[in-house]
Nanobody, 127 residues
C-alpha cells in the first residue's frame, strides 16, 4: 500500500558527506517504524538506523556519531545524513517502513524483507 523511493546516493571520497532521502506515497509516520538498511554485494544486510513513530532514534555502532536519521511528517519523507564517510560504508541503502514487530523480526533475521521497502540507492565511498 505504501510506496517508498530513495534518492541522494552517489560517489564520494572518504571523509565527505551525503544526504539520503526516502519519499513515501502517503503518511506513514503515525503508524510505522521507519529504518535505513544497507547491503553490499555478497554481504549480509545491515541495520543502519531506526526512527520510531514518536521520533525516537537508534543507530548501529558502526555509524554512531556519523549518521543522523530524521523525518519530516509534513513531507512524508525520511532522511539519513551521512558524515565522515568511510569506504566500509559503501553499499546499497534501502529505506523500510513497518510495524514494530515486523522491524524487530528483520533486525533478528537479515534475510527477511517485511513491511514496505524502496528500491535502494547506491553509496560508494572511495579511499
Amino acid at each position: 500500500r505504501v510506496k517508498l523511493e530513495e534518492s541522494g546516493g552517489g560517489s564520494v571520497q572518504a571523509g565527505e558527506s551525503l544526504s539520503l532521502s526516502c519519499a513515501a506515497s502517503r503518511d506513514t509516520s503515525s503508524s510505522y517504524v521507519m529504518a535505513w538498511f544497507r547491503q553490499a554485494p555478497g554481504k549480509e544486510r545491515e541495520r543502519v538506523a531506526v526512527i520510531s513513530g514518536e521520533g525516537g532514534t537508534s543507530y548501529a555502532d558502526s555509524v554512531k556519531g556519523r549518521f543522523t536519521i530524521s523525518k519530516d511528517n509534513t513531507k512524508y519523507t525520511l532522511y539519513l545524513q551521512m558524515d565522515s564517510l568511510k569506504p566500509e560504508d559503501t553499499a546499497k541503502y534501502y529505506c523500510a517502513a513497518g510495524s514494530l514487530i515486523a522491524l524487530r523480526t528483520m533486525f533478528r533475521d537479515s534475510k527477511k524483507r517485511l513491511g514496505f521497502w524502496g528500491q535502494g540507492t547506491q553509496v560508494t565511498v572511495s579511499s
